[in-house]
């Protein structure tokens, strides 16, 4: 009669055991809290619709977006995880991405992200999503709509290991060596 509670005593641990798992892996993922209402990381059935601005031609999918709360404020923060280790410095088409994914969520939520996160192998970094980083983006558009109409395009970098993994190598011509 006295052993009646133990049952319930342990659905009770395991519940608490779960919950500990559950906010452990969160934290392993480098994911923010709040809810995760966009994921485009292959890890569903489902393959995740990009994401549209329709007003600025812009196209993306993030691989996390997080709907985040703090009272009756409601943020979005987009996460790209790169299974690289970060390089010596962020590379900037890497902020440049993050901050596209911003100004798209600006558009289709009508609240501009205070910030995105960068996930790296070895660690995670705040990007924020300043004025100065969307002109950049904007710019940035511009120019690759500039570029889809000229006849020939010259190299923009000079990164050879980039060149050597690109499926445009072999008719490129302009391969870095
Ligand atoms: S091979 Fe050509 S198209 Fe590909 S990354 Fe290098 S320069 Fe660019």
Redesign the pocket.
């Known amino acids: 009669m006295q052993l009646l509670w133990l049952p319930a005593f342990l659905l009770f641990c395991t519940g608490l055991a779960l919950l500990w798992l559950a906010r452990r892996r969160r934290q392993a993922s480098g994911l923010p809290n709040g809810a995760v209402i966009y994921s485009d990381t292959g890890a569903e059935q489902s393959v995740a619709a990009p994401l549209i601005s329709r007003r600025h031609g812009l196209i993306g999918k993030p691989d996390y977006l997080i709907e985040a709360r703090q009272g009756t404020a409601r943020t979005m923060i987009p996460v790209e995880v790169k299974s690289r280790s970060r390089p010596g410095k962020l590379p900037f088409g890497h902020i440049l991405q993050l901050a596209t994914y911003c100004l798209i969520i600006e558009e289709i939520y009508g609240v501009a992200p205070s910030h995105g996160i960068l996930r790296y192998a070895d660690g995670s970094y705040t990007i924020a999503y300043t004025a100065e980083l969307r002109r950049a983006v904007l710019e940035a558009a511009e120019g690759i709509r500039a570029v889809r109409s000229a006849s020939d395009v010259p190299?923009?970098?000079q990164?050879a290991l980039?060149?050597d993994h690109?499926?445009?190598?072999p008719g490129?011509?302009?391969?870095?060596l």
């Not at 490129?172 to 870095?176: D, I, K, R």
């Open positions: 190299r923009s970098h990164d980039r060149c690109c499926g445009y190598r490129c011509g302009q391969q870095a």
